[in-house]
């Protein structure tokens, strides 16, 4: 059954660390996207990536860093730099890099400060 | 700059009655539009899109009008079912621009359907 597989569910961080949120896809997608989710929100572009071994900053990239060294794969580490790192987190992908196609969600990574 | 807007944040509607959701546009670069439904602690599923070519596009129970000269799109449920009661979230992209064309997204508007 394809799909986008993110893991964990819940993450908890404390102060000062950094934590890495892992994001899986079987649907032999190319492009990659994380965004993250406040409250009353929509959702900001984090990073993307359209191809292994490259990846572009989004909206929001500052206190963030990706890595896309498998096609599948395109874990999110969220570090010390972020200050307010408290969201919900999605990963999504799409079938090629054209803005006319639809992207595909997994089901999010809840983040929470100690 | 929100190029993407959801002016209302929330919509009631009864059961079996229509539900029509607003979206409006700032930047006129965009020609690809999407609505995502999403539930509580879920991700977003993909409903449907619309091409800057077309003025509608219809699939099943759900119709999206897309009006340029306004820069407004709207979504129809009919019938509206309590099981549409989610999030839906208004995207848009310049899919002309290429390989570094985005998503932008709305803040999105919570439906609540009565039974």
């Known amino acids: 059954d394809g799909g986008i597989t993110q893991s964990p569910k819940y993450l908890f961080r404390k102060e000062g660390q950094n934590v890495t949120l892992s994001c899986e896809q079987n649907?032999?997608?190319?492009?990659m996207y994380w965004y993250r989710q406040d409250p009353g929100q929509g959702l900001r572009l984090i990073y993307y990536?359209?191809?292994?071994?490259?990846?572009q900053k989004g909206d929001i990239a500052e206190g963030y860093s990706v890595s896309r060294e498998k096609k599948e794969s395109f874990p999110l580490t969220v570090t010390s730099a972020q200050k307010n790192p408290t969201a919900f987190y999605l990963c999504a992908s799409s079938i090629g890099q054209r803005g006319n196609q639809p992207q595909h969600f997994g089901d999010g990574t809840r983040l929470s400060i100690l | 700059d929100q190029q993407v807007k959801q002016n209302s944040p929330s919509l009631s509607v009864q059961e079996g009655r229509i539900s029509i959701l607003n979206c409006d546009y700032t930047n006129s670069m965009f020609d690809y539009f999407l609505w995502y439904k999403k539930y509580p602690a879920e991700g977003p599923t993909f409903l449907i899109s619309?091409?800057?070519?077309?003025d509608k596009n219809e699939d099943g129970r759900f119709t999206v009008f897309l009006n340029k000269s306004a820069k407004h799109l709207s979504l129809h449920i009919v019938p509206s079912q309590p099981g549409d009661s989610a999030v839906y979230f208004c995207?848009?992209?310049?899919?002309?621009?290429?390989?570094?064309?985005?998503?932008?997204f709305g803040k999105g508007i919570t439906l609540s359907v009565r039974p």
């Open positions: 990536s359209q191809i292994v071994n490259d990846f």
């Open positions: 619309i091409s800057s070519i077309k």
């Open positions: 995207a848009a992209s310049a899919s002309l621009a290429g390989a570094n064309s985005k998503l932008t």
């Open positions: 649907l032999n997608h190319d492009a």
